[in-house]
């Protein structure tokens, strides 16, 4: 097993489920190159996002062989393809003769081979170069060596996970011990069998700031209160300070007493998930899988995020709307309940996060983090690992 990749809580900080006495310390944040620096952005998506298992993109959908779907990671572009086995595949978008991207969008209709538009050079679904047409010249294909390029690929919970450069750990080796110290145990995650679910809505976000800033604010909910009314009358307890990541190991937010339904009407249009059990009623959970993936389970939906980054101050943030493929296929059926809440919530964070970009412009930036906010710091740590030895000044 190698290094665990999960998020232990600060040793000191009781109420984020650490040992000790509570912490009571302003402790200080990140430095504004962490936000603002082009070289440590681009370390980032090499240390970071290029060698860990990234959330690609929704596959459960890819369902025939040839089926393809594009994928951004760590600022390249990726081509997953349902194989004839079943499984998949993934390679650089890339031709390998002048490397145009052989995929600006994913085909409506599943492909028998990946032919580039440019010379018509041609790839079976495994990537072996097949063809290359009008150039007899060429000794035999198989002998070139310019098959499509090898990238790393998992599926799990319905999504394709890509990790660009080749690394020693499974997909499953990064994500449970994430899961373990978010709920105590991988059973419950399981439960929502986020893997059958379908696609019910989707929005995708432009958010003008730094992806790390997305994580902390989703770490934390000492801004629940003063930024969250509809997000606290829905769930009281968030006006704590500390939510469903922050409060604790296998800690799940309750629904307040007359709320049915994590929703805007706060009323249920729709049973339960149907492998969820009684524990699992009226239970709001945060969770985070690094690098790239915040989700939301609750008892008739889950919310799954994928967050690209763009650049220091810009991220894109696809958020899925996941319910009972039967709920989906029926003529009625109307999320807008369920999203509105998470939509205006989302606008909401988004909204602060990009305040504090606009803040790390100032030469005066200088953010400290109050005790219902330490549960950063072992994100902090986390990103400083995996990108040790950094850029110079330390940004973290
Ligand atoms: S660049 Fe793809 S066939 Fe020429
Ligand atoms: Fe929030």
Request: glycine letters at 8%; aromatic letters at 8%.
């Amino acid at each position: 097993m190698a290094a665990p990749v999960g998020l232990p809580p600060p040793v000191g900080d009781r109420a984020a489920g650490g040992e000790g006495p509570p912490a009571t310390q302003l402790r200080p944040g990140l430095r504004r190159e962490a936000y603002l620096d082009e070289g440590v952005f681009r370390h980032e998506l090499v240390s970071v996002f290029a060698r860990s298992w990234c959330c690609a993109a929704r596959s459960a959908h890819l369902a025939a062989p040839g089926s393809q779907l594009v994928a951004a990671v760590a600022g390249e572009s990726v081509l997953v393809v349902r194989q004839a086995d079943g499984g998949l595949r993934a390679f650089r978008n890339l031709c390998r003769h002048r490397g145009a991207r052989l995929c600006l969008e994913p085909s409506p209709q599943p492909a028998r081979v990946i032919r580039c538009p440019y010379h018509a050079w041609t790839y079976g679904l495994d990537g072996r170069l097949l063809a290359a047409p009008n150039a007899r010249e060429l000794p035999p294909l198989e002998t070139l060596d310019r098959g499509l390029l090898d990238v790393e690929v998992e599926e799990w919970a319905g999504y394709a996970w890509v990790r660009l450069e080749a690394g020693t750990t499974s997909l499953a080796e990064e994500i449970e011990p994430q899961l373990l110290d978010r709920f105590g145990d991988p059973a419950t995650f399981d439960r929502y069998g986020i893997e059958r679910l379908a696609v019910g809505h989707e929005i995708t976000y432009d958010v003008a700031a730094n992806w790390k800033s997305i994580v902390e604010n989703f770490m934390e909910c000492y801004h629940c209160a003063p930024l969250h009314p509809e997000l606290t009358a829905a769930i009281p307890e968030f006006r704590s300070g500390y939510g469903s990541v922050s409060g604790g190991v296998g800690r799940g937010a309750r629904l307040g007493p007359d709320v049915e339904a994590f929703s805007a009407s706060h009323r249920a249009s729709r049973p339960r998930l149907r492998t969820l059990n009684d524990t699992d009623d009226r239970l709001f959970y945060g969770v985070i899988l690094l690098p790239n993936v915040l989700a939301v389970l609750v008892p008739d939906h889950v919310a799954f995020f994928r967050i690209e980054p763009l650049g220091p101050g810009r991220s894109k943030v696809r958020v899925e709307w996941l319910f009972e493929p039967e709920a989906v296929a029926d003529p009625a059926f109307d999320p807008s309940e369920a999203v509105s809440l998470l939509d205006t919530t989302n606008l909401q964070d988004f909204s602060a996060c990009e305040r504090c970009q606009l803040g790390a412009a100032s030469t005066a930036f200088d953010p400290v983090l109050v005790p219902a906010e330490h549960v950063m710091e072992t994100f902090h740590g986390w990103v400083a690992t995996r990108c040790s030895p950094g850029p110079a000044p330390g940004p973290y």
